[in-house]
Structure formats: C-alpha cells, structure tokens
C-alpha cells in the first residue's frame, strides 16, 4: 500500500495497539488516539487482564527501540468534539480505523448509568469523528468496527448489511433488520444508522466491519519485543468467550456455557481482524459510499467451542471440565444461523483457523501466566434480567 497516514481511535486497546504495530510496521504513518477510559473502567468492575500492560507511553517507546519506528498518540475523549476536531486538523488522516468504543455486552447492562456511559461514549464518539471528517478530511476512509452482534440471530440468512426487499409488489434496497441482544450492541446500530446517513447526505466514505467474537493473544509484532502484548481479558465483563474458556480449562474450573450452549457465533482470529482491517483500507469504499462486511472465519455453537477446548487440553495433559450455567443474558440458546461472508474472501483473506492456534498460541502461553489467573472474576455477575423484575 502506498503510504497512508493511519488514524487509530482506541489504540490502547485489545485490538487497537496490535492494529497501530501492524500498519507501522508496513511503514504507514501512525498516530493513536485514547483516553484510558477502558482501563479505568477494568479497575471499577475489578477485571485485570491476564498479562498486566505495560502504560501506552511505554508500549510506543519500546515499540520505537524494537523497529525504529514512531508512533504518535494523542490523549483525549472522542465524546469532546473539539478534542476529535482538533486531532482531525492536526494529524489530516487518510484512513480512519474506530475502535475507540466501550466494548463489553455485560458492562452495558450493568445497570442505566453503564448503559449511559456506554451509549454516550460510542455514538457521541463516532458522531465527532463523522464531523470532522466531513470538515476537514471528506476524502478520509473511515473504518469502523461494529458487529455481528447488529443483527441477532435472525430466523433468516444475515446479508452483508444491506438486503433487497420487496414489497407489496415494489422493491428497494434496505439496510438489513437488526434484533442486537445488549445495549452494547444497539450502540452499534446506532452508529451504523448515523453512518451510514452521513455517506448517503454527506458523501463520506464508511466500511462498517461487523465482527465477529475475536480469539487470540499474538500478533507478528506482539511477539517482536518483551512489553508489547496486547490485554488478554478472561473476566465476565470484559472477557469472550474462547478466551474465558481456555484460561477456565488451565484454571482448573470448569468451561461455563452459559444455558444450553446451542447458541451460534461467528468467530475470527485477531491475526485475521488485522489483515480485514488492511483489505479494508487497501479497497476503500467509494465516495458516498457505506459498505458493510461480515467479519469471521468460523462458525461455532457456544457448546462445539468449549468441547474443542476441552479436547485440545486433554492433548496437553488438562483435564477440563464443562459446567452449563444459568444464563445471565436473555437470548435464544438453540436457533438458525446462516451469516454470509464473502466480501473478505473475495478481497484475499486467507483464515487462521481455530484448530491452528488453540495450542500452541493461546493454552500454552496462558499456562506460562497460570499463576496471574485470578478465579474470583471468571463467574458471570451480571443479569439482563434482574430476579426482582
Ligand atoms: N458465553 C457463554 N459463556 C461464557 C461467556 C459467553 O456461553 O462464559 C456466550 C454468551 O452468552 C453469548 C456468546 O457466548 O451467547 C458470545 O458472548 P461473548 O461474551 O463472547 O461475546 P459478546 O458479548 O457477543 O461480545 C463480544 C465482544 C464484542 C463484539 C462481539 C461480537 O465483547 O465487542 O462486538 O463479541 S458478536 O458476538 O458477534 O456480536
């Protein structure tokens, strides 16, 4: 790729810091943008990551002494738009990769203020940056990470975002329907509508890329130095659930599927949520433009993947064992799911499959850290329904 300047919002988090060392090492000008919110939000609802990371200071210091590369940060809130604004005026971003959003399906049903927080801080962030993209970078590529999470589980084939419908003998095309299953997730939606308005009036261009629940530990470059790994979070806040459920198999607690385990969900290596985000940037969408694509590799019921961590732990000497608990969350434990894929794919994506990785990269390096897991977070604490209600 020619040499971009490349904007990352959130690039102190699980994706964002990884993201910023992958386009800086393709020798792309990189800055970072974040206000540590999420770290401070980890010490609220006590969810330490498995490794404990090193500041954002010292990430870019160390990722400066391994390459000789820099990285710029900024640090501010995305919600403040004179803060985004004056980023925007600074910086003039070619490409524009959001993650600067509150991550966590559980968080933003903790209760009406972590549902404020969660809202404010998403769709307010991501209209600031609609802003000043129109005013200072209209020709900018923003991509931004929403999820597969939009759409629910449907009874019907999940399109690419947008799906043709005909009507009372009249057709037109629509963005696809959306049943999300948390505050966390309609945020996301929300952001997709607003988005997806500025393209069409504004003429911005957009790829929303709905991801999937994403794995993993390493990168290429997480790898390069000591210091420069990226938040591994295994708590019931903040953790997904492969991850939980390979850090439960060393614990020696058992797997937790949450109600009957039918539930179906698209998943992807973070090895491969860099390279979507690189096809994205390396085919910006057109002007005017808002693309959607489905983000993940594999489909897999909650059940399959924790009897595939149970089997690839039993090949290291583990003996995990799966416990179905009761389901905090109110969605449907046995349904239809049929996601398409296939704008990655077509692009060039080539999968790093679950199979791949589930030894080698991801239980053998957490029984390196076993002593650092800390049990009392991993059992789920927050209900969508609260037993009064
Ligand atoms: N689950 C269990 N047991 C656990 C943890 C989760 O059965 O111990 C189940 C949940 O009930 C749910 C499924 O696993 O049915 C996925 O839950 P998750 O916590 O792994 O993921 P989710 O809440 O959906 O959110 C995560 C990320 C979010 C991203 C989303 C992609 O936190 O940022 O948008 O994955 S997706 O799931 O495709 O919407």
Redesign the pocket.
Known sequence: MVKKKVLILGGDGYLGWPTAMYFSRKGHDVAVVDNFIKRQWEAEVEAEPLIPIPSLQQRIRIWKQATGKKIRMYVGNLAHERFVARIFRDFKPDVIIHYGEQ????FSMMGNERTNETQINNVVGTLNVIYSMKRSTPEAHLIKLG???EYGTPNIDIEEGWITITHKGRKDRMLFPKKP??F??LS?VHDSNNLEFACRVWGLRVTDLN????YGMETEETKLADGLHTSFHYD?I?????N??CVQAVAGVPI????K?G?K??FLNIVDTLRCVELAALHPAKKGEFRVFNQ?TEVFS?RELAEKVKSAAADMGIRAKIRHVR?P?T?LEQHYYNPVHRALPKLGLKPHLLSDVLVESMLAKIIEHKDLINEEIIM?RVLWVSKTE
Do not use: W
């Open positions: 991550p966590s399906a559980p999820t597969m999470g299953g948390s966390y997730h996301k991801q999937g629940v994403v019931d903040f953790g997904t659930a492969l939980r459920f937790t599927p949450y109600g385990g539930q969900r698209g993940f909650i389901n969350r969605e789920p």
